[in-house]
Nanobody
Framework: QVQLVESGGGLVQAGGSLRLSCAAS????????MGWFRQAPGKEREFVAA????????YYADSVKGRFTISRVNAKNTVYLQMDSLKPEDTAVYYC???????????????WGQGTQVTVSS
């Protein structure tokens, strides 16, 4: 099993940047594929980005492609989400997640962090 703790959320103006971090702990934390989902008020949770355990493969939702970058440093058991050119519609609670399947990490991951709020003002 893996435990996930997010950090780095906050308030930023449109066009600005934020970097979210997700620290994973557990005996086999580095063997998990990792990702990010988000949930805006009144909306369903949606996939944002994912990265394979090796870092060789990355995946993005169309809505963030070209603006967000997911990366990981396995020596630190940490995954990052660099968010640039932020828009008010990016406002949401962002959740880190983990899975042993590259398909499930983008659809129905089993392991979740507690979430971190990102607010983008216009």
């Amino acid at each position: 099993q893996v435990q996930l703790v997010e950090s780095g959320g906050g308030l930023v103006q449109a066009g600005g940047s934020l970097r979210l971090s997700c620290a994973a702990s557990g005996r086999t934390a580095n063997s998990y594929h990792m990702g990010w989902f988000r949930q805006a008020p009144g909306k369903e949770r949606e996939f944002v980005a994912a990265i394979s355990w090796s870092g060789d493969s990355t995946y993005y939702a169309d809505s963030v492609k070209g603006r967000f970058t997911i990366s990981r440093v396995n020596a630190k058991n940490t995954v990052y989400l660099q968010m640039d050119s932020l828009k008010p519609e990016d406002t949401a609670v962002y959740y880190c997640n983990a899975e042993t399947s590259l398909i499930r990490v983008r659809m129905e991951p089993r392991y979740w962090g507690q979430g971190t709020q990102v607010t983008v003002s216009s």
